[in-house]
């Protein structure tokens, strides 16, 4: 059985005009993704589906937290994760010619499978850096002594460079 087939869209007898649709992805989801930047998740999707004669215009609006290791501490945290993405998918007579954000399927196509978009797009939402401001948290996820430690170096005085030394030799 396909792992993807709750991902599918039945788009043969949708009526023209907006549709909704919610999907959820998760660790299992992921698993099926060979070397993954995400393992762990927890990441809703609201898709909305407006089906036009020529085209379907998909608006996908995904928040969840995913498991990452703080850039900061070093402590496993759920990472904040939530992004806007819109998917244009034309009717052709073949399938497979995709561009940038352009989709192409035929136009006796009976459904539309999400599942690669969901993947593609959770992964664009990842920050740059895995840190957040969980100070605001009942219980930060933090590895103090890392933090105490960051905390310690930033604070002390940093010993004189050479350039220091080199500056007062044309004070004599």
């Not at 080199?166 to 004070?171: A, E, F, I, P, R």
Request: net charge negative.
């Amino acid at each position: 059985m396909n792992a993807f087939v709750a991902y599918s869209i039945p788009i043969k007898g949708l009526k023209t005009g907006i549709h909704r649709f919610k999907f959820t992805i998760d660790s299992a989801f992921f698993s099926h993704f060979e070397d993954a930047p995400i393992e762990e998740g927890d990441i809703a999707f609201d898709l909305q589906l407006d089906k036009r004669p020529d085209m379907l215009i998909l608006e996908f609006e995904l928040a969840g937290t995913v498991r990452a290791e703080c850039d900061r501490c070093t402590a496993m945290i759920d990472l904040p994760v939530e992004d806007t993405r819109e998917l244009i998918v034309k009717y052709g007579e073949s399938e497979g010619e995709d561009e940038d954000e352009v989709v192409f399927i035929h136009r006796e196509a009976s459904e539309f499978n999400v599942a690669k978009y969901l993947y593609e797009f959770a992964v664009l939402a990842l920050p740059i850096t895995n840190t957040y401001d969980c100070q605001r948290d009942a219980d930060p996820p933090c590895n103090i002594e890392i933090l105490k430690y960051l905390n310690h170096e930033s604070g002390e005085a940093k010993p004189d460079s050479v350039w220091d030394a080199l500056k007062d030799l044309g004070n004599n």
